[in-house]
C-alpha cells in the first residue's frame, strides 16, 4: 500500500506559534504509512482577489493549490481569532476553491488547534468545519484535539511535552489514515 501524503496547513504565521509546534508535534507523531508536509508559505499568499485571478493564479497561491491536489488528505491547525479561523488560513482556502478542478473539494481532512485561552479553538474549529463542508470535505468528525492553555503544554524548544495531548493527536492521525483510505476507497467505486 503506498504511504498516504497528508498536507499540513498552520493557520498562524507567527514564528512561536502554538499551532506551528503543534503540527511540528504531529509530524512526529504519524503513524506508520502516513506522512505529513507541512505548507511553508502560506504567509505568502497574497488576498485573494478575482481580477488577480483574471492574470493567473499568484506564485504561492498555485503551489498551494498543487500541494492540495497532490495530497491525499489534509491536517488543519488552526488558531483561534475573535471567535473564528485566523484570515491567513480562510485567504488560502479561498484561493484553493475556485475553478479549474478546485483542489479542496472532496478532500479529506481533520482539525486540531492550539490557543493560549481556557476554550482550545472550540469555536474556530466550528468555523472550520462549516467552511469546508461548503466545498464537501469530508471532515473527520472525532476525537476533537482542542489543546487548550497552549503555554504550559510546550517547552522552551517548541516541543510538545504534554502526553494526555501527544496521545490525543497520535489518535487522531490514526484516525484520518483510516479516514483518508475509507474515502479514497469509495470514490474509487463510484
Ligand atoms: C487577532 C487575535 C484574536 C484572538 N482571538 C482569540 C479568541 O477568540 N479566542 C481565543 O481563545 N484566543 C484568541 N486569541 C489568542 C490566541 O489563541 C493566541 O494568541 C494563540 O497563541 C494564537 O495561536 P498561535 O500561538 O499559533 O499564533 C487571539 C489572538 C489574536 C492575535
Redesign the pocket.
Known sequence: MDRIEILGLCG?L?TG????MALRAACELVPNGMAIRPFERLGEIPLYNEDVKERGFPDAAEDFRGAVAAADGLLFVT?????SISGALKNAIDWASRPPQPPLVGKPAAIMG????L?GTVRAQLHLRHILGGLNMPVLPRPEVLIRE?AGKFDGEGRLTDETTRQHIRTLLERLKDWTLLIQRAAQSR
Open positions: 498562524s507567527r506559534s502554538f499551532n506551528l488558531p483561534e481569532y475573535n471567535y492550539a490557543s493560549s485561552g476554550m497552549a
